[in-house]
C-alpha cells in the first residue's frame, strides 16, 4: 500500500461551517497528480454514489452535482453506448423505459449500489451511509405509518441490518441498533425542522468518517475519507431550507 505522506499533510483541516482553505477543483488536482492509478481507481468507485445520484437529477431534467465523475453530456452518452454505469443500471435504463417508471423504481438502483462488493473505506462508509438511510426510512415509515416490507422491497433480506428492521414492522416503534440510538435521538427532535435535521445528519456522518480513518494515517483511506468529509462540508456550506427537505425526501421516500 503506497504511503502518502506528503499529500497527507499538507491538506488543511476541515471543519462544518467553515469554507475550506482548499477548492474542490484543486483537491481533485492534487489527488490527479498524486495518487497511484489504483487508488485514482478507488477514489472513483467512491464517487460512483455521486453518478448515481446524478443519473436521477439527469432524468429530472435538474443541474448534477459536479463532483462525480461523469458530466451531464457524459451520462447522456454512458446511457447511449451501454458503458460505465454498472450492468444492474443498464438493465434498469433497457427494462423501465418511461419517465414515471424511472423515478418511481430509482429506489432500487440505490439498494442495488449498496450491495456491491467493496473493500478498505469504500466498504465501511457506504455501510455506514446505507445503514443510515435505513434507520431513517424505518423511522419515517413508523412515523407516517407505512408498512417497512413495502419501504424495504428491493433491500436483501438476508442482511443481518434489514432483517432486524422487518423485525419490527408490527411494533408500534422502531428501535435501531446502539450505534445508531442518537440518529432516532435526532430525527424525533427535529423532523419538523428539515434542515437542521440534515445538518444534523451531516454532523453524524463527519463524525462516523472520522473515526473510520483515525488510526490510518498517510493512506488512501485516509485520502478518501477526507474526501468524503471535504464533500460534507461543501454541502453543509451550500445548505438551505429547501434542499435539507428535498434531500432528506430523496434518501427516505
Same mark, same amino acid.
Given at each position: 500500500?503506497?504511503?502518502?505522506? +506528503?499529500?497527507?499533510?499538507?491538506?488543511?483541516?476541515?471543519?462544518?461551517?467553515?469554507?475550506?482553505?482548499?477548492?474542490?477543483?484543486?483537491?481533485?488536482?492534487?489527488?490527479?497528480?498524486?495518487?497511484?492509478?489504483?487508488?485514482?481507481?478507488?477514489?472513483?468507485?467512491?464517487?460512483?454514489?455521486?453518478?448515481?445520484?446524478?443519473?436521477?437529477?439527469?432524468?429530472?431534467?435538474?443541474?448534477?452535482?459536479?463532483?462525480?465523475?461523469?458530466?451531464?453530456?457524459?451520462?447522456?452518452?454512458?446511457?447511449?453506448?451501454?458503458?460505465?454505469?454498472?450492468?444492474?443500471?443498464?438493465?434498469?435504463?433497457?427494462?423501465?423505459?418511461?419517465?414515471? $417508471?424511472?423515478?418511481?423504481?430509482?429506489?432500487?438502483?440505490?439498494?442495488?449500489?449498496?450491495?456491491?462488493?467493496?473493500?478498505?473505506?469504500?466498504?465501511?462508509?457506504?455501510?455506514?451511509?446505507?445503514?443510515?438511510?435505513?434507520?431513517?426510512?424505518?423511522?419515517?415509515?413508523?412515523?407516517?405509518?407505512?408498512?417497512?416490507? +413495502?419501504?424495504?422491497?428491493? @433491500?436483501?433480506?438476508?442482511?443481518?441490518?434489514?432483517?432486524?428492521?422487518?423485525?419490527?414492522?408490527?411494533?408500534?416503534?422502531?428501535?435501531?441498533? $446502539?450505534?445508531?440510538?442518537?440518529?432516532?435521538?435526532?430525527?424525533?427532535?427535529?423532523?419538523?425542522?428539515?434542515? @437542521?435535521?440534515?445538518?444534523?445528519?451531516?454532523?453524524?456522518?463527519?463524525?462516523?468518517?472520522?473515526?473510520?480513518?483515525?488510526?490510518?494515517?498517510?493512506?488512501?483511506?485516509?485520502?478518501?475519507?477526507?474526501?468524503?468529509?471535504?464533500?460534507?462540508? @461543501?454541502?453543509?456550506?451550500?445548505?438551505?431550507?429547501?434542499?435539507?427537505?428535498?434531500?432528506?425526501?430523496?434518501?427516505?421516500?
Amino acid at each position: 500500500m503506497k504511503n502518502y505522506y +506528503f499529500l497527507s499533510t499538507s491538506l488543511p483541516k476541515l471543519s462544518l461551517g467553515a469554507v475550506p482553505e482548499i477548492s474542490y477543483k484543486e483537491l481533485q488536482y492534487l489527488f490527479d497528480w498524486n495518487l497511484s492509478f489504483r487508488d485514482k481507481m478507488k477514489l472513483q468507485e467512491f464517487k460512483r454514489f455521486i453518478d448515481l445520484k446524478n443519473l436521477r437529477l439527469f432524468f429530472l431534467k435538474r443541474p448534477l452535482d459536479p463532483r462525480g465523475n461523469l458530466n451531464h453530456k457524459e451520462i447522456e452518452e454512458a446511457i447511449e453506448v451501454g458503458n460505465f454505469f454498472p450492468s444492474y443500471v443498464l438493465d434498469f435504463l433497457k427494462r423501465e423505459e418511461s419517465f414515471d $417508471a424511472k423515478l418511481k423504481f430509482f429506489p432500487y438502483l440505490f439498494a442495488k449500489f449498496f450491495q456491491e462488493k467493496r473493500e478498505g473505506f469504500n466498504e465501511k462508509c457506504f455501510q455506514m451511509e446505507q445503514e443510515l438511510r435505513l434507520v431513517l426510512t424505518a423511522l419515517r415509515a413508523k412515523k407516517l405509518d407505512r408498512d417497512l416490507l +413495502f419501504e424495504l422491497q428491493y @433491500e436483501d433480506p438476508t442482511n443481518f441490518f434489514i432483517r432486524d428492521i422487518l423485525s419490527q414492522n408490527s411494533q408500534e416503534e422502531y428501535v435501531p441498533p $446502539a450505534e445508531y440510538s442518537r440518529v432516532k435521538e435526532l430525527y424525533e427532535n427535529l423532523v419538523q425542522d428539515p434542515k @437542521e435535521l440534515y445538518k444534523a445528519m451531516l454532523e453524524f456522518r463527519v463524525k462516523r468518517i472520522e473515526e473510520l480513518v483515525e488510526d490510518k494515517p498517510f493512506t488512501i483511506d485516509f485520502l478518501l475519507g477526507y474526501f468524503a468529509h471535504f464533500l460534507l462540508v @461543501e454541502d453543509w456550506n451550500q445548505l438551505d431550507s429547501a434542499k435539507g427537505k428535498a434531500v432528506l425526501e430523496s434518501i427516505v421516500a
